[in-house]
Nanobody, 122 residues
C-alpha cells in the first residue's frame, strides 16, 4: 500500500508560481511512475503531467506544456510540480498519483493522494 500526501497549494495571483509536493510513504517509491492530475468544480479529473521512474521521461498536457515542470527525488520519496505563469483556468484541486506506466489515463494509476487546492486569482 502506498500513501501519498500533497502539499504546497494555495492562493496565487495570475502570472505567479507555486510548487506542489507529493510525499510518498513507501520505500519502493522508485518503482512507480508519478503523475499529477487536477479537477476543477463541475469538471472531470484531467491529466496534468507524469514522470518516469528514473526521471528520464516526462509527459505533459498541452494546456500546461512550457509552464509546468514535473520532477522527482527518489531519495526523498517525493514528487514535485513546479507551476509557473499560472492562469485562472489552472484553478483546481491537484492530485498526485502513482502507477506502473507513464500515461494520461487516470485509470492506470493505482494510488492517489487527497489533493491540494490551487486557486489562481485574475
Amino acid at each position: 500500500q502506498v500513501q501519498l500526501a500533497e502539499s504546497g497549494g494555495g492562493l496565487v495571483q495570475a502570472g505567479g508560481s507555486l510548487r506542489l509536493s507529493c510525499a510518498a510513504s513507501t520505500r519502493t517509491f522508485g518503482w512507480y511512475v508519478m503523475g499529477w492530475f487536477r479537477q476543477a468544480p463541475g469538471k472531470e479529473r484531467e491529466f496534468v503531467a507524469a514522470i518516469s521512474r528514473d526521471d528520464d521521461r516526462a509527459l505533459y498536457a498541452d494546456s500546461v506544456k512550457g509552464r509546468f515542470t514535473i520532477s522527482r527525488d527518489n531519495a526523498k520519496n517525493t514528487a514535485y510540480l513546479q507551476m509557473n505563469s499560472l492562469k485562472s483556468e489552472d484553478t483546481a484541486v491537484y492530485y498526485c498519483a502513482a502507477g506502473p506506466r507513464v500515461t494520461v489515463d487516470r485509470g492506470q494509476y493505482d494510488y492517489w493522494g487527497q489533493g491540494t487546492q490551487v486557486t489562481v486569482s485574475s
